[in-house]
């Protein structure tokens, strides 16, 4: 018998970016990239472990904006004409690296890779990698869980519950939609956490989230098992914690694991080292070098004189690392076993684009950690939080500590210098949003168009991610102009409606470019408790967008 359990949780998640008014758009690749290095390797993995018969249990949040992306034709469509231009410059590859044996047998490599996920993206799963992950549940395998519509960051919106009611609600929704069943979990983004959240994911089935390891240790009244067992909340909503210990094996920069010398080195790439001329016809129109993928250096060190990447040295340190994680965990189960009077769950969440986009072994090291917890041990079981609270549902009630897992665990990374500037636009759009839903509770026709395209502009202009990037400061213009221009639409929608004039014509244009949530209900932000009348400021559409 198992004397207790580790969850592994793969967050999967990208930021809504599609743009059909060009051909090519730059951000698009971020998404192309995802599926090529991280989403088509996971799908392999989990493939290879139910045909070997492979017992295990994980968990998968897919976000909205990620499920709306896989499932819209004309991104699928683009990214068909994305890998077949990186099936091209790999046939190059090979042909130029002929007579340079190291990197040679590694452009066959890639060559036959991006092959093989042109095969699984377009035969096997027809184009919809939605069915892979239904599948995989289907099966018993992988639990699949939500995330907020557009992984907005939930803390900075309690001024306004009708907006974090929306996020929710339209996350649930699109989930129930895409995938054909309710959720009974959720990934909030960011970890971001404030009590009282619970009662929001209580309203809309939700039976458990994550918090950060502080969430749950600063609780009140102090957690009796700490990270290793789920809390319920007033609500009645359970909350696991993240476990530190194996998050810093994975995670840390400077003590995880993806960083070892014999790993592949992601910041080279020829699409950055080789001569311009010869890689300018892989590149966008604005000749702007990008990443192609194809990486022919493992990290070597601290050093610019990388060495050539060998990938079965690679392979053999990720089995050795899968076999030392789970070593830690045998041990740290083993310890709190001695002490607790219920098996312990070690809760273990990750990016899931940590693995194969910027950790090109994470797939194999998951692989190898999911067969040796299989085979090579009997202290721990690979669950799902879902199947804990079956085993145990039972837990302690007390109220989680205001968290996050940004930098500091608050909410510094989404609230500091580089992105305050964004909220207070926000917080106005939220309330006038809320105030055309209780002016117009039965709208229909080009009305209810508008009122529809005004929940969506508004989502978009929420999602955590502009702000986050603003933070970091990579792509900060896309970012800002994105915030902009969600906010500078939501705008002229709204001032529309209150003079009672609606564009048809630049209606139908927003909505064919920012066409996610295409079940999206407006009402979704009445609330009844409100005034009808609330006073707003009257500002035009000239004057909001120059008030950034």
């Excluded at 939500?146 to 907006?163: F, I, Q």
């Excluded at 709190?336 to 986009?357: C, T, W």
């Excluded at 799902?384 to 500590?401: E, F, M, R």
């Amino acid at each position: 018998m198992e004397k207790g359990y580790l969850a592994l949780v793969l967050h999967a998640h990208l930021p809504y970016v599609r743009h059909p008014e060009r051909p090519r758009f730059l951000e698009e690749d971020w998404f192309f990239e995802a599926i090529t290095e991280t989403y088509v390797p996971l799908i392999k993995v989990f493939d290879r472990l139910i045909d070997d018969g492979v017992p295990f249990r994980i968990t998968i949040s897919l976000s909205p904006p990620l499920m709306s992306m896989l499932n819209d034709p004309l991104l699928i469509e683009r990214y068909g004409r994305h890998l077949d231009n990186l099936i091209t410059l790999a046939e190059r590859e090979v042909e130029r690296t002929r007579w340079v044996p190291a990197f040679h047998e590694l452009a066959l490599m890639y060559l036959s890779l991006f092959r093989e996920v042109r095969y699984i993206v377009f035969e096997k799963y027809g184009a919809c990698l939605l069915r892979a992950f239904k599948k995989f549940f289907d099966a018993g395998r992988v639990e699949l869980i939500t995330c907020a519509a557009t992984h907005g960051y939930l803390p900075m919106m309690r001024l306004n519950r009708e907006a974090l009611r929306a996020q929710v609600g339209v996350g649930v929704q699109t989930f129930r939609n895409l995938m054909g069943f309710n959720p009974k979990g959720i990934w909030l983004p960011e970890c971001g956490y404030f009590p009282g959240l619970d009662e929001i994911l209580k309203e809309y089935g939700i039976r458990y989230f994550f918090t950060d390891s502080h969430g749950i240790m600063h609780a009140v009244p102090r957690p009796k098992y700490g990270v290793f067992a789920p809390l319920y909340c007033p609500s009645g909503t359970a909350v696991f914690a993240r476990d530190m210990e194996s998050s810093k094996q994975v995670w840390s920069a400077s003590e995880g694991y993806p960083g070892d010398p014999v790993y592949r080195e992601f910041y080279r790439d020829i699409g950055y080292d080789l001569e311009y001329d010869y890689i300018r016809p892989f590149l966008h129109d604005d000749g702007i070098r990008v990443n192609t993928g194809i990486k022919y250096y493992r990290i070597t060190g601290a050093t610019s004189n990388k060495e050539p990447y060998v990938p079965w040295t690679a392979l053999e340190k990720a089995a050795v690392h899968a076999g030392n994680f789970m070593f830690n965990r045998e041990q740290q189960v083993g310890y709190l076993a001695e002490f607790l009077d219920r098996k312990p769950i070690v809760v273990s969440p990750y990016d899931a684009e940590l693995f194969g986009h910027w950790w090109f072994e994470g797939p194999d090291w998951l692989n190898y950690l999911i067969r040796k917890t299989a085979y090579d041990q009997k202290n721990i079981k690979l669950i799902t939080p879902g199947d804990y609270l079956k085993l145990y549902p039972k837990n302690q009630v007390a109220v989680p500590s205001e968290s996050s897992w940004g930098y500091k665990g608050f909410h510094e990374v989404w609230l500091e210098g580089s992105n305050d500037w964004i909220y207070r636009h926000l917080h106005q759009a939220a309330a006038r949003m809320t105030e055309l839903a209780n002016d117009h509770p039965g709208a229909d026709g080009q009305l209810r168009r508008a009122l529809n395209q005004a929940a969506r502009e508004l989502l978009l202009a929420q999602s955590s991610d502009w702000a986050f990037i603003m933070k970091t400061g990579t792509m900060t213009a896309y970012a800002i102009r994105r915030t902009k221009d969600h906010l500078h639409r939501f705008t002229c929608i709204y001032e529309s409606i209150k003079a009672g004039h609606i564009d048809d014509g630049w209606l139908s244009d927003i909505e064919y470019k920012d066409n996610l949530f295409p079940d999206i209900d407006y009402t979704i932000y009445h609330s009844p408790w409100r005034s009808a009348n609330q006073p707003q400021k009257a500002v035009t559409c000239k004057k909001e967008l120059g008030a950034f």
